[in-house]
Nanobody, 124 residues
């Protein structure tokens, strides 16, 4: 059974860094794509970045380019989102999701392919 568990969120000052982790169980990372999404209060869930089974990265959110980096460790079945130079507008719940293809559209992801989310709060 596929399961995704995020961790690493928290409260950080503007300009700070956090590294989020997404541990995937029930499916090997070399056979699936992992997408990071985020959802700020009152806003729609937004695709941030995707790493595919071969390690190729697609970035979706222009606002995080040059600041956020996705990576993975297949041996640990873990995907990371390194977030640097955080801004108040990065405040959101961050989710990882599994899918057969990379997509920025959250409606492409089935309900049972999401993690529970981790809160990131950036204070200005």
């Amino acid at each position: 059974q596929l399961q995704l568990v995020e961790s690493g969120g928290g409260l950080v000052q503007s300009g700070g860094s956090l590294r989020l982790s997404c541990v995937v169980s029930g499916f090997p990372l070399d056979n699936i794509e992992i997408v990071w999404f985020r959802q700020a209060p009152g806003k729609e869930r937004e695709g941030v970045s995707c790493i595919d089974s071969g390690g190729h990265i697609t970035n979706y959110a222009d606002s995080v380019k040059g600041r956020f980096t996705v990576s993975k460790d297949n041996a640990k079945n873990t995907v990371y989102l390194q977030m640097n130079n955080l801004k108040s507008e990065d405040t959101a719940v961050y989710y990882c999701a599994a899918n057969l293809w990379c997509t920025r559209d959250y409606s492409d992801i089935t309900d049972d392919s999401w993690g529970q989310g981790t809160q990131v709060t950036v204070s200005s």
